[in-house]
């Protein structure tokens, strides 16, 4: 999966710059109606504040630091994001197979020299109805909040995907990245002319399971309902393919394996009771997932799920807040 991080960062940049750059140069903010005499700039205000400390994050805040705006970062609860979960990551440009923790740590590294800021804290709430804007964070390791201000921020604070929460899915003893998957574009090239299990109902469980119908040998929908959730069309073209078989009113107990990768799953019909073992190779769990934006709540507009809305290329709803839309794209690629 492609990726133009160079586009990206760019794009921050010229975004950002562009927001500041009205306060500083004009008296006033565009349709804030605030005089930039009127900002005290002390060593808690920021040019840019980025939330999130995953690959968007510190892509972002390499950009902004390389353009002079020396950005503070605030990483969160989970430096390095999802991606430090993978075993090995074998589709990221220049790295032909290298664990997540360890690239995330290269990243890192980078964004650091090239002058970011970095803080082990997190955001507890946001203030974006006054410019600056207001940011509440707090310490990671003791817990003591503080107050920062920004001249704009960027939200890259990501997504989780959502788990079956069976056993023999995560953990120690579990098989995410050693056959458990949540991005069939991201993995699916690992299994070809093997079984693999879609979990879901939904468009993404039928485009995925159209996607790995041209790798693997054979591709199992697991629908927990009796009927699809997902619209016609793609669906209708999916289902006629030779080596998808669908199982209805099916739900997963537990996924086993040989301590190296999957070897099958515990699944049991909820209408019947009956219980029987799928032998498969991987598994796709393509059940959704929830954004990481509920202290924006009332700040910035989010559509019903919680996700932000874009107005316009990485604008939020609010001036000089954005997005970087690298978010919506999965890296993970494990095995």
């Known amino acids: ?33 605030l005089s930039a005499k009127d900002i005290v700039i002390d060593k808690d205000t920021y040019s840019g504040v980025i939330i999130g400390g995953g690959p968007a994050g510190l892509t972002s805040a390499i950009y902004l630091a390389q353009a002079q705006y020396k950005p503070l970062l605030v990483e969160g609860k989970t430096p390095g994001g999802a991606l430090t979960q993978s075993h090995a990551v074998h589709n990221w440009p220049g790295e032909k197979n290298i664990s997540g923790a360890k690239l995330m740590e290269q990243i890192r590294d ?15 709430s946001v203030d974006f109805s006054a410019w600056p804007y207001k940011l509440t964070v707090k310490s990671i390791l003791s817990g003591k909040e503080r107050g920062i201000k920004a001249l704009a921020c960027i939200v890259a604070t ?83 393919l030779p080596n998808v078989k669908v199982h209805f009113n099916t739900e997963v107990q537990e996924i086993v394996g040989d301590g190296k990768k999957v070897t099958h799953a515990k699944i049991v019909n909820n209408k019947t009771n009956e219980e029987s073992d799928l032998p498969i190779d991987g598994l796709f769990l393509a059940i959704g997932s929830h954004p990481n934006t509920a202290f924006f709540a009332g700040q910035i507009e989010c559509d019903q799920n919680g996700y932000i809305i874009l107005k316009k290329d990485q604008q939020t709803s609010k001036d000089g807040v954005l997005q970087p839309v690298m978010l919506q794209t999965q890296f993970i690629n494990r095995r």
């Open 158 to 240: 990501g997504s989780i995907p959502n788990f079956l929460g069976v056993p023999g899915e995560r953990g120690d003893d579990g098989y995410f990245g050693r056959g458990v998957s949540t991005c069939a574009v991201c993995d699916g090239i690992f299994y070809r002319g093997k079984i693999v299990a879609i979990v879901g109902g939904g468009d993404s469980a039928i485009v995925e399971a159209g996607y790995l119908s041209s790798l693997a040998k054979e591709v199992h929908i697991l629908v927990r309902k009796e009927a699809f959730r997902a619209a016609n069309g793609v669906k209708d073209r999916v289902l006629t």
């Open 110 to 124: 980078h964004a650091l020299h090239t002058g970011a800021k970095i803080e082990s804290e997190e955001v507890v």
């Open 1 to 33: 999966m492609a990726v133009n991080f160079k586009l990206i960062g760019t794009t921050l940049v010229l975004a950002v710059g562009a927001f500041i750059g009205r306060g500083w140069r004009k008296e006033k903010v565009s349709a804030m109606g």
